[in-house]
């Protein structure tokens, strides 16, 4: 019987580890798509980088928002019902229209519309452009915030424009499961470019919009956000984000359109601005100890955090670029039973135990993180393929608070299911969707607070 007692043992060792992938990836193409491969789309003045995202703080409300080269007008959306069977009404909602110039680069019209007043859960169609630039795009509005209701998310990272971009968002779209992306930052990578191109800004509106015009992204900045190039006069942060993602940061009492927070389905989510300040006192500190006080568990039982730089990473990009931050606000995290943290940033693909490090006072000598019931899981989906390429130096050896970890491109897919469940997998690209690189049923840490195992192990 020892022998049994023995590797039984050995065993659990096993599962208690936590896993490097050893999955090699084909050398793949961080190359950019050139340009002429996102062309306008056809007809005269034609709305093109077409996106929407949730344009209020509960699900009624969504903001389209489209680019027009030529003239502001038409300035505006057409929307209805795309359920023939009832009497169609359509509705005009006219758009707020920004321009910007960066360097020797000048921005076409951005059209900012907000449809208010939307049923729950209804599939509406709706119209920009005119003659033969007339566009038809559609979309669903989420159901009603409730405890239970099921809803799918999409996590896609640092995507840029490369042939990996597309095998991503192709991957991604083929699933069909996804309703809502959480876009983890680091959109165009136009700043890699000689003066920061923003045409690159363009054809990465032109890239995405297959997804993006029939479903709501949710947008957190990264730092290629930024944009900023003193030696060419450029000195304000995120510009050409600011002017092109509009998001509803005064619907949740946010001053800064970089941290706000939105109710959808069964979901609270809180976006994070990892590149503004975060220290005490500071806006975004004081806003978020506000709204941390006003989840109401019982309503949205699923505390989601996105922010772009990961504060559990044990990889060597970016090695502890996400430590400040962890500092200030892993205690808030903790009290209130975050279920997870995403973050993009590392350009591969991390999951994290359910750890806290908040015992650590620099004199104590308690620095090593410890299992934490009431603390989130850390995912980093960084992975979505730019033109940087993989980070695939992990730190040797992986540190107990990292569960999984592998050096490939992909995406993550987040099914709540009811208030106490959800199954969470990630999705390499080169496998097929009925293959998951990493899966896990997560338990809600307000419902259900119990260990979870995942498939690696
Ligand atoms: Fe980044």
Redesign the pocket.
Known sequence: MWWIVTILFLLNGVCDAGITSSFVRKAAPSIEIPKVHFPPPDGYNAPEQVHITQGDYVGKSVIVSWVTPLEKEPNFVTYWEADEKKNIKRNRVHAKITTYRYYNYSSGYIHHATINRLQYNTKYAYELGSGNGTRQFSFTTPPEIGPDVPYTFGLIG?LGQTLASRETLEHYLSTKKGQTVLFL??FSYADVHPYHDNEKWDTFGRFIEKSNAYEPWIYIA???ELDLSPEIGEYVPFKPYKHRYHVPFQASGSRSPLWYSIKRASTHIIVLSSYSAFAIYTPQYTWLKEELTKVNRSETPWLIILM??PMYNSNNY?FMEGETMRVVFEPWFVKYKVDFVFA??VHSYERSERVSNIQYNITDGLSTPVKDVSAPVYITV?DGGNIEGIADSFTEHQPDYSAFREASFGHALLEIKNRTHAFYSWHRNQDSMAVSGDSIWFYNRHFYPKEERSSNE
């Open positions: 640092d930052g680091d990264g730092n290629h772009h730089s970016h993009g940033h960084g």
